[in-house]
């Protein structure tokens, strides 16, 4: 038994000083604060300047902070990626299950998730996060994450249909309509995109 050890033969070492959880939780909540502050500033750096701009210094001068804390929360760039796409999924992935869950209207759902993007509050942030699922192309380690939008919109089809064509057909048709907000001048009408998935899985 060494001298860290309990007197009663144990061997469970005795607890630390009062506060002493309380304090880890604190860095712990502040740690967890600074790694989303970074995420979220990533987003905002390629909502302007596109991946190509993420660097840790950009990151750090656009969150407000050091660079050398970019570094200590993403070592690579890669990994800042990878936890900035993830972020973004979850966070949308979510948002749809919450809605479409329910068990009414929710290809309705699905389909103002998916124009959601052409609202002038929302276009910034889902042009950043479409760019970075295009960029998971070149970047084997962000395609996990990528897929999980599609796999999302083949889950609610499935709800619609059992036929694969169908199901492949209108996540297809969910990625054009994105893209399609993304580029035209005027906002696709949740109408419209319901419409174009509603034909793809034959529910006219």
Same mark, same amino acid.
């Given at each position: 038994m060494?001298?860290? &050890?309990?007197? &009663?033969g ?8 009062e ?8 860095r ?15 987003l ?24 050398s ?8 760039? &890669?990994e800042?990626?990878? @936890?900035t796409?993830t ?11 919450e ?13 103002e998730a ?16 479409y ?27 499935r ?13 297809? @048709?969910? &990625? ?8 035209d ?20």
């Amino acid at each position: 038994m060494t001298s860290q &050890d309990s007197q &009663d033969g144990t061997g469970v070492r005795p607890a630390g000083p009062e506060g002493t959880d309380a304090k880890e939780d604190g860095r712990r909540a502040r740690g967890e604060r600074r790694r989303a502050a970074i995420i979220d500033a990533t987003l905002r750096v390629i909502e302007r300047d596109g991946p190509a701009g993420v660097t840790h210094r950009a990151v750090a001068a656009e969150a407000g902070i050091p660079a050398s804390s970019a570094v200590y929360y993403f070592a690579t760039i &890669d990994e800042l990626l990878v @936890a900035t796409l993830t972020e973004a999924a979850d966070a949308y992935v979510r948002r749809v299950r919450e809605a479409t869950e329910t068990g009414d209207g929710n290809l309705d759902t699905l389909a103002e998730a998916i124009i959601g993007g052409g609202s002038p509050e929302q276009r910034g942030r889902c042009l950043a996060e479409y760019e970075l699922t295009l960029l998971a192309v070149r970047r084997p380690s962000l395609r996990a994450q990528a897929r999980r939008w599609m796999d999302l919109v083949a889950e609610v089809a499935r709800r619609h249909t059992d036929d694969p064509v169908a199901v492949r057909t209108a996540g297809a @048709a969910a &990625d054009g309509l994105c893209l399609e907000a993304l580029l035209d001048d005027r906002d696709v009408e949740p109408g419209e995109a319901r419409a174009v998935l509603a034909h793809a899985l034959g529910l006219e």
